[in-house]
Structures are given as C-alpha cells and as structure tokens.
C-alpha cells in the first residue's frame, strides 16, 4: 500500500477457507442471521435502499467460529505489519459479512463516518466462487487525488480476493450484482 494507498491481492486466504467462510456466511444468511445495512451511525443511521441494498451480520470475535477465528487471527497478522510498516497506530479490527442480493448496489461512498477519526484502513475479502465476469458486484475504486472525477479501478469479488485501502482517501462503489455477492467487509481502527 506504500505510495499509492490501495492494494489488491488475489489468493489471500486458501480456497478451503475461503469456502468454509462462505459456507457460514450462507448458512447464517439462510437463517435469518443478517440485518439490512444503513447509513450512517448512532441515532443518525436509517435503511436508505436509494444508497444501499446490502444485508449484514457483524463478526463478533468472542462468538466467532474456528474458522472466523483463523481469518481474525490472518488480519492481526496484517495489521502488525502495517504498523511497523507505516506506524498507522491500528489498534483493532471490526467487520461483518456482507450479502448482496441480486440487483443490490451501494453507491460512491467514503468509509470513515464524518466527524471520525477512528477508521484507517478498509479490508475486504471476497467468498464468491465461480465468479465470471458480467455477474456484477464489482468494486469501483476511484485512485486518483481527483476523487469521483478521476481514475478508477474495477475489481471483480473473485473467491479468496482481497482488497484494502485508506479508509478516508478512496471513493468506492458496489455496482449492481446480477447474483448474490459474498464478502467479509471491515475495518483496521485507531483507539477513539
């Protein structure tokens, strides 16, 4: 991520894993585990299907599974590295899986809430197998200084993919999925 604030890395987790993620995910999903996303935070967050249409259950480390335990323990790994790296001062991680329903979308957003300071860095694994193109559901990531007026990327949510950039630096955008979407969507932090 030196220099340029963002990084993609195909392969990041083993496809077992990858699968075994997947298969909570879904299992949870398919038990009614997950709540519809908003916007927002605190007394200010409110469903806004004109923004976002995903669906949600939050990892909690104390209830996690062995296998949701194994990727919490690659991340702090990861985010180990980045301190000695860039002396980020990252001191946790929060994160959720996310579902995408066919046709759901979350519009160009940033991912530090205004008047935060909390937020550094976003960290996003993917759990789609057999992802081809055309099935939507790609990250659009704007990488310029321009914002949404300059250069991008579109990163396609491959099983095992994964995606981290500076939280408050990089407009990003799910574009419409024509089939459901799978991923692990969080957030390396700094103490409040």
């Known amino acids: ?28 999903y398919a038990d009614g585990a997950f709540r519809r996303a908003g916007v927002g935070r605190g007394d200010s ?6 923004i976002r249409r995903d ?3 939050w990892i909690e480390p104390g209830e996690a599974s062995a ?3 194994l990727f919490l323990a690659s991340l702090e790994i990861l985010r180990l590295a980045l301190n000695e790296r860039f002396f980020l001062g990252l001191f946790n991680y929060e994160g959720h899986f996310a579902i995408y329903p066919q046709g759901a979308f979350y ?15 976003t960290v996003i694994l993917y759990l789609n197998e057999g992802w081809q193109t055309g099935d939507g559901g790609e990250l659009k990531i ?8 300059g250069c991008y ?21 799910v574009l419409p999925a024509t089939k459901q ?5 969080g957030w390396f932090r700094q103490r409040p």
């Open 107 to 121: 519009k160009a957003h940033l991912d530090r809430h205004a008047g935060t300071q909390d937020r550094i860095i």
């Open 142 to 149: 704007w990488t310029s200084a321009d914002g949404r007026d």
């Open 45 to 50: 967050l409110q469903v806004r299907e004109d």
């Open 153 to 173: 990327e579109i990163i396609e949510p491959r099983m095992g993919t994964m995606v981290c950039f500076m939280a408050e630096d990089f407009w990003h955008e």
């Open 1 to 28: 991520m030196a220099g340029v604030g963002w990084a993609v890395m195909p392969m990041s987790i083993s496809h077992e894993e990858g699968l075994h993620l997947k298969s909570e995910c879904s299992a949870s």
């Open 181 to 185: 979407r799978a991923s692990i969507t």
């Open 67 to 69: 296998h949701q335990t």
């Open 55 to 57: 669906e949600v259950m």
